[in-house]
């Protein structure tokens, strides 16, 4: 067995074990890192004239947008956010199969930007329930009839439903 092989074999069990220790939201995460990783391999073959190994990185990021991304919205609770995201998944999709077509390195790095984007927010969303239990923690250490823990309380209420939501 080669190097290049044992290297292979040895990030996919590092996969394996980041895929099986993951919660919902790191499994997301990890969606937007494979459709990053797949372009960027994309890049890398385009620019070397590889160009059935570009073809089939670009359809690998597309599945992961498609099957993965796209797939694990839930399009009865969203509401217009969920829509307009489903759309966007369906339009880095289409990018990426004219990328394909054209050989083109701008749409794929268009595509990885707004791949960072979203990954970025959907980073930031994950810190927010941290932040909320630190609040509700103070509440609750608080006395009831103190100002702040009323109003603290109905900022973590509003706080929780806007996590719910997304």
């Not at 992961?64 to 969203?78: C, H, P, R, T």
């Not at 995201?85 to 199969?97: H, I, K, P, V």
């Not at 973590?156 to 806007?162: C, D, E, F, S, V």
């Amino acid at each position: 067995m080669n190097a290049m092989n044992q290297l292979k074999q040895y990030s996919d069990v590092g996969f394996e074990t980041s895929v099986r220790s993951a919660d919902a939201h790191q499994l997301i995460l990890l969606l937007f890192q494979g459709a990053m990783l797949a372009i960027s391999a994309a890049r890398n073959h385009l620019q070397r004239k590889e160009i059935p190994l570009k073809g089939k990185s670009i359809s690998q990021a597309i599945s992961i947008i498609d099957e993965g991304l796209k797939a694990s919205l839930n399009m009865e609770v969203g509401g217009e956010m969920v829509q307009n995201l489903s759309a966007l998944y369906g339009y880095m999709s289409r990018r990426l199969f004219q990328a394909n077509l054209q050989n083109s390195v701008e749409i794929l790095d268009e595509v990885a930007g707004l791949l960072t984007e979203l990954k970025s927010a959907w980073e930031a969303i994950g810190k927010v329930p941290a932040a909320v239990e630190k609040q509700a923690v103070a509440d609750a250490a608080a006395p009831a009839t103190a100002p702040a823990a009323s109003s603290g309380a109905g900022k973590l209420k509003g706080r929780a439903a806007l996590y719910e939501r997304i």
